[in-house]
C-alpha cells in the first residue's frame, strides 16, 4: 500500500524517521531550522526536534561541513544541507580531503559517518554559478558515495540508506523535482530503504535503454512516451539512483537486453557520469551492442542565464527523442 | 650575544604544576628528550633515502606538545597539522608505529597509507596529523562539538602552525566556535615562519595573532613555548573555560623550530641568520631550559640527564631496526581502509560496485 507524496515531503518524511531511529542524527545547514529550508525540505523539523537536532549554521560551508566530519569521527551522525550543491567548491577541501580520505590516511582507525544533501541541478535561471551538477566529481574519489534519486519513493528511501550508511554519502537532489508527487510506500509496511547501488528499472521496454540519473530519468520517461506513441520505439528506461556504488550489473543486463544506448546526463560531457558507464559497457557488454552509444548530456558549456534557452541546453524529451532516432 | 633576561613571573609555582611530582616532572623532561632523539633519528634516514615524501620535523617545539598533552584528562582530544610527531608521541604513541609509518610499513600506525604527515590514534584521542594548512581547524572545531553534543565533559586541542592563521576556514573555524559556544582551544604554534616567510611578510596583524581572537569575542592568550611550566600553567586555564563553561580559547604559542620548514627546505638557513638560531639554541631551548631548571631543583644531575638522553637514543634506534625490518604494504593493501561497510563485508558493501579497477 502506498499513498502520494511531493519528493519533498518524502524526503522531510525520511529525515523525520532517522532523527526518531538515532538520537545521534543532527541536521545542520544554512536556514534549516527556523527558516524551515530554503527549499523547504526540512520544515516543521526544527519545531520538532528543537535546536539541539536541527540547527541554523552561518553562510560558512568550508566551516560547518568541516565541524560536521569532525563530529563524525567521534560518533555524531550529521546530515548536512548545501543550500545548493554548488556551493561545494567553498568546501572543497573538507568534502574531498577530509571527508573522503581520513579513513584511508589513518589506516581504518577513523570514520566519517556524514550526509551532505542538496540539490544539484541547472534549469532553475540562476546562472553557472548555481548551477553545477557534481555527481561523477565527487563520485571519482574512492571514499565517497554518491546518489541521486529521481522519484519521491527514491528520495525517502536514499537518505535513509545515507544515514545509515558509515561512510560519507553525497546526495544530490533536484530543486525542480521537489514539488513533483509519487508513490510512496505507507509507513506500516515498515522502513522504506533503497539500498545505494541499486538501480531500478522505470519503464520496461526492448528497442533501445535510456540510462539516466536524476531529473533525466524524468525527461526520458516524458521522452520514451513520445518514442512509442511517435515512433513506435519501445525505450527502457534504467534509473541509476545510486553513482557510486554503481548497479553495473543492471546497466549491462539492460544493455543485452536491448542492444542500444542512449545514456542521458545533466553532467557536462567530459568526464561525466555517463562517460564513466559508457566505458563500463564499452569494456564488459561490448558484443551486445548492435549501435554505438550515443549521450545527451548538458551542452558543453557554463550553465546559461536565460530562461529562454536554458532548457534547450539540459537533457529533454526534444533532445532525447532526437538521439535515439540516429539509432533507427 | 644578547643574553635574554629570565621570565618575569615563575609558573613552576603555579597550582596546576605544583600539583606534578618530581617523577611527573621527569617524565615531562623525559618526554621532550624522546620527541627530540626521535626526530633526530627520522631526520638521519630521511636523509639516507629511507623514506618519502617531506619530513617537519618537531626539534625546538617539544614543550608545545608535551606541555598541553601532558594536561590530558580521559575526554581530551588532540588534532594537529603535518608537523605531528611529538604530538603522537606525547599521546602515548609508540616510536616503532611511528618511525614505521614514515618507512611506508605495513606496521606503520597508518599502515603505511598516511605517512609523515598523518600519524592517527584515536585510541588516544589523537585524530591526526593532516596535511592541508588549517584543513584540521574545522575537525578540531567538530570534535569538540561532538563532546558537547554527546554530553561528555572534555576539550579539543587543536593545534596549527602561525602559518595557517590567514586560511579562511581557521576564521570560519573561530567563528562557528565562538558562536556555538564550542570547548574548543585552538593552539597556535607560533615558530615565526609560515615555510620560509616570517610573520612579518605573511601576516597583517595588531599586538600579537592570538589578538584576533577579540573580532570573534574569544578569549585569548600568548604563552612562551620554551618554558614547559608556563604552557601548562596558561593551557590548563583555557582548558577547564572549554569543559567547564563550554567556551573557546585561541592560544598563540611563541616558539622556534631549528630546522626548515620540511627536510625539503633547501632555504632554511638563508631566511634565517645563523645568530638567530644560534640564540634561540642557547636561551630558549626547552629541553636546555628544563634541563637547568631539574638540575637546579636537585630532581636531575648531569649524569641522569645525559642517562635519558641517551636512553631515549637507544629508544629511537630501536624504532629504525624496527622500520627497516617490518613489512611493506602489500597490491592488495592498496584498496582497503577505503569504506567502512566494505572493509567490514557488511551487507551494504556487496550491493553496486564500488570500485572501479578494470
Redesign the interface.
Known amino acids: 500500500m502506498s499513498r502520494t507524496l511531493t519528493y519533498r515531503a518524502a524526503l522531510r518524511e525520511g529525515l523525520d524517521e532517522e532523527l526518531a531511529r538515532d538520537p545521534n542524527v543532527v541536521l545542520m545547514g544554512e536556514e534549516v531550522a527556523q527558516y524551515n529550508g530554503a527549499y523547504k525540505v526540512t520544515e516543521g523539523l526544527w519545531k520538532k526536534w528543537g535546536s539541539k537536532r536541527v540547527f541554523d549554521t552561518p553562510i560558512s560551508e568550508a566551516g560547518f561541513i568541516g565541524m560536521g566530519i569532525g563530529a563524525s569521527m567521534l560518533g555524531v551522525r550529521p546530515v548536512m544541507e548545501l543550500m545548493f550543491w554548488s556551493f561545494h567548491s567553498v568546501a572543497f577541501d573538507q568534502l574531498v580531503n577530509n571527508a573522503a580520505c581520513v579513513r584511508y590516511m589513518s589506516g581504518g582507525l577513523c570514520h566519517c559517518p556524514i550526509v551532505v544533501r542538496g540539490p544539484a541541478n541547472g534549469g532553475t535561471g540562476v546562472g553557472a554559478t548555481h548551477s553545477h551538477i557534481p555527481e561523477a566529481l565527487f563520485a571519482a574519489f574512492p571514499g565517497l558515495k554518491v546518489c541521486a534519486p529521481a522519484t519521491p519513493a527514491d528520495a525517502k528511501g536514499l537518505i535513509k540508506a545515507a544515514i545509515r550508511d558509515n561512510d560519507p554519502v553525497y546526495v544530490m537532489e533536484n530543486t525542480l523535482l521537489y514539488g513533483n508527487s509519487g508513490e510512496v510506500p505507507d509507513l506500516e509496511a515498515g522502513d522504506h530503504i533503497v539500498p545505494l547501488g541499486m538501480a531500478d528499472i522505470k519503464r520496461q521496454g526492448t528497442d533501445v535503454s535510456l540510462i539516466a540519473h536524476g531529473r533525466s530519468v524524468i525527461q526520458c520517461l516524458a521522452a520514451a512516451e513520445i518514442l512509442q506513441t511517435e515512433h513506435g520505439i519501445h525505450c527502457e528506461v534504467l534509473d541509476l539512483r545510486s553513482i557510486r556504488p554503481l548497479d553495473q550489473d543492471a546497466i549491462l543486463n539492460t544493455v543485452r537486453k536491448t542492444h542500444r544506448v542512449v545514456l542521458v546526463d545533466e553532467s557536462k560531457p567530459f568526464g561525466g557520469v555517463s562517460a564513466m558507464v559508457g566505458m563500463l559497457i564499452q569494456e564488459h557488454a561490448f558484443d551486445a551492442l548492435d549501435a554505438p552509444i550515443k549521450r545527451v548530456c548538458s551542452i558543453d558549456a557554463p550553465a546559461i542565464y536565460s530562461p529562454h534557452i536554458e532548457h534547450e541546453q539540459l537533457p529533454n524529451p526534444k533532445r532525447i527523442v532526437a538521439k535515439v532516432l540516429t539509432l533507427a | 650575544m644578547s643574553s635574554v633576561p629570565p621570565p618575569a613571573l615563575d609558573f613552576a609555582t603555579s597550582a596546576i604544576n605544583q600539583s606534578l611530582s618530581n617523577s611527573q616532572k621527569i617524565g615531562l623532561f623525559t618526554l621532550m628528550v624522546r620527541i627530540r632523539r626521535f626526530e633526530q633519528a627520522a631526520l638521519k634516514y630521511y636523509n639516507a633515502g629511507k623514506m618519502g615524501g617531506f619530513l617537519h620535523l618537531y626539534i625546538g617545539q617539544e614543550a608545545v606538545a608535551v606541555g598541553t598533552i601532558s594536561l590530558a584528562g580521559p575526554d581530551d582530544?588532540f588534532?594537529t597539522a603535518y608537523r605531528d610527531h611529538g604530538h603522537a608521541l606525547a599521546v602515548g604513541m609508540g616510536m616503532n608505529e611511528c618511525m614505521a609509518e614514515m618507512f611506508g610499513k605495513q606496521s606503520?600506525?597508518?599502515?603505511?597509507?598516511?605517512g609523515s604527515m598523518?600519524f592517527?590514534?584515536?585510541?588516544k584521542n589523537f585524530?591526526?596529523?593532516?596535511?592541508?594548512v588549517a584543513?584540521?581547524?574545522?575537525?578540531?572545531?567538530?570534535?569538540?562539538?561532538?563532546?558537547k553534543?554527546?554530553e561528555r565533559e572534555g576539550c579539543c586541542l587543536c593545534y596549527l602552525g602561525d602559518g595557517a592563521v590567514n586560511q579562511?576556514?581557521f576564521h570560519?573555524?573561530l567563528?562557528?566556535s565562538g558562536?556555538f559556544e564550542i570547548p574548543v582551544v585552538f593552539v597556535i604554534e607560533n615558530n615565526g615562519y609560515s615555510m620560509g616567510t616570517s610573520q612579518e611578510r605573511s601576516s597583517a596583524y595588531s599586538g600579537c595573532l592570538a589578538q584576533r581572537a577579540e573580532a570573534y569575542g574569544i578569549e585569548w592568550d600568548v604563552i612562551d613555548g620554551s618554558d614547559v611550566y608556563e604552557v601548562r600553567a596558561k593551557t590548563h586555564i583555557a582548558m577547564e573555560r572549554a569543559r567547564k563553561q563550554h567556551k573557546p580559547t585561541l592560544l598563540e604559542i611563541d616558539t622556534y623550530r631549528y630546522y626548515g620548514h620540511s627536510v625539503a627546505d633547501a632555504n632554511a638557513k638563508k631566511y634565517r641568520t645563523p645568530e638567530e638560531i644560534e640564540n634561540y639554541k642557547q636561551n630558549h631551548d626547552p629541553i636546555t631550559l628544563l634541563r637547568r631548571r631539574l638540575i637546579t631543583d636537585g630532581l636531575l644531575t648531569d649524569a641522569s640527564a645525559d642517562a635519558i638522553h641517551l636512553a631515549a637514543a637507544e629508544e629511537a634506534a630501536v624504532a629504525v631496526k624496527f622500520a627497516d625490518e617490518a613489512p611493506i604494504p602489500t597490491l592488495a593493501d592498496i584498496s582497503?581502509?577505503?569504506?567502512?561497510?566494505s572493509?567490514?563485508q557488511?551487507p551494504?558493501s556487496k550491493?553496486?560496485?564500488?570500485?572501479?579497477n578494470?
Open positions: 582530544h588534532i606503520g600506525c597508518s599502515k603505511g597509507k598516511g598523518h592517527f590514534a584515536p585510541d585524530w591526526g596529523g593532516h596535511g592541508i584543513g584540521q581547524t574545522p575537525l578540531g572545531l567538530g570534535l569538540a562539538f561532538g563532546l553534543y554527546l579562511g576556514t570560519e573555524s567563528n562557528l558562536l582497503t581502509d577505503i569504506y567502512w561497510e572493509d567490514h557488511t551494504a550491493i553496486g560496485r564500488h570500485f572501479f578494470d
